[in-house]
């Protein structure tokens, strides 16, 4: 049987199946490669990222010799990038430790360039994994709104965080037994239900904060010094003795 298509001519079924077959082929052929064409683009995409903020921090290293870098945030705490880098195709960015260029690190991305060694593990959050990592980064965020806009950033509600460029909701959770919370000239830190933070003052006593007892420590923007519970010269804390205990 045939199926007119027009006065010029047409075209049986089993011919249109023959052009569906060979369109088909050409299909299988060109679908994998475009994928591949696009995932090489997204990967050159990130090498071209990554090669210009891992030049921003030798810059930066060059520039501040005598301060350690451990987060991405402070380069735009000191005005090198305008916002934290970050992989433009989806991926997450961390530091990793080199022992090339003076111990530089340079910047891994968990999707396009990842040590194959256990020695870096994917961070925890946008801002690293631990206390010092996360602190450090958030105070670089708020001293860099601070600087451009000469004011602090807001302290209420989600605002508190997209002033500086953070998602409220990736910090709606507590990270290793504690909760971050940025409040203009502040930074909060709290222990999460059924954990403990243990700190002791610069006068020496040791403190037990539980999460029962609703106290944070804070960072004053002001004086770079952190307390207990509230801004008081009697509740300075020694930072370097913090440590978090499941209850």
Same mark, same amino acid.
């Given at each position: 049987m045939r199926y007119d =298509?027009? #006065?010029?001519?047409?075209?049986?079924?089993?011919?249109?199946?023959?052009?569906?077959?060979?369109?088909?082929?050409?299909?299988?052929?060109?679908?994998?490669?475009y994928l591949i064409y696009i995932e090489t683009a997204q990967a050159t995409a990130c090498l071209v990222e990554r090669g210009q903020t891992n030049r921003m921090i030798i810059a930066y290293?060059?520039?501040?010799?005598?301060?350690?870098?451990?987060?991405?945030?402070?380069?735009?705490?000191?005005?090198y990038v305008e916002e934290v880098p970050n992989c433009p195709h989806g991926g997450q960015w961390v530091l990793v430790p080199s022992s090339d260029n003076n111990g530089t690190p340079v910047v *891994?991305?968990?999707?396009?360039?990842?040590?194959?060694?256990?020695?870096?593990?994917?961070?925890?959050?946008s801002l690293g994994s631990t206390f010092d990592e996360i602190t450090k980064a958030m105070i670089a965020l708020i001293n860099g709104y601070y600087e451009d806009s000469g004011r602090y950033p807001r302290s209420w509600g989600s605002k508190a965080f997209t002033d500086i460029g953070l998602d409220p909701e990736e910090w709606g959770e507590a990270v290793e037994g504690l909760e971050y919370t940025?409040?203009? #000239?502040?930074? *909060?830190?709290?222990?999460?239900?059924?954990?403990?933070?243990?700190?002791?003052?610069?006068?020496?006593?040791? =403190?037990?904060?539980?999460?029962?007892?609703?106290?944070s420590i804070w960072y004053s923007m002001e004086d770079g010094n952190w307390y207990y519970k509230n801004i008081n010269d009697k509740n300075q804390v020694d930072i370097s003795t913090l440590t978090v205990t499941a209850d």
């Open positions: =298509m027009g #006065k010029s001519g047409g075209f049986s079924v089993v011919e249109l199946l023959v052009v569906l077959a060979i369109f088909g082929v050409f299909a299988s052929f060109a679908i994998p490669q290293m060059s520039d501040h010799q005598d301060t350690a870098f451990n987060s991405l945030a402070q380069l735009v705490g000191d005005g *891994g991305c968990s999707i396009h360039f990842w040590p194959e060694d256990d020695v870096v593990s994917e961070p925890l959050t940025p409040r203009g #000239k502040r930074l *909060g830190v709290s222990p999460a239900d059924g954990y403990t933070i243990n700190v002791t003052l610069t006068n020496g006593q040791e =403190m037990e904060l539980p999460a029962s007892r609703n106290w």
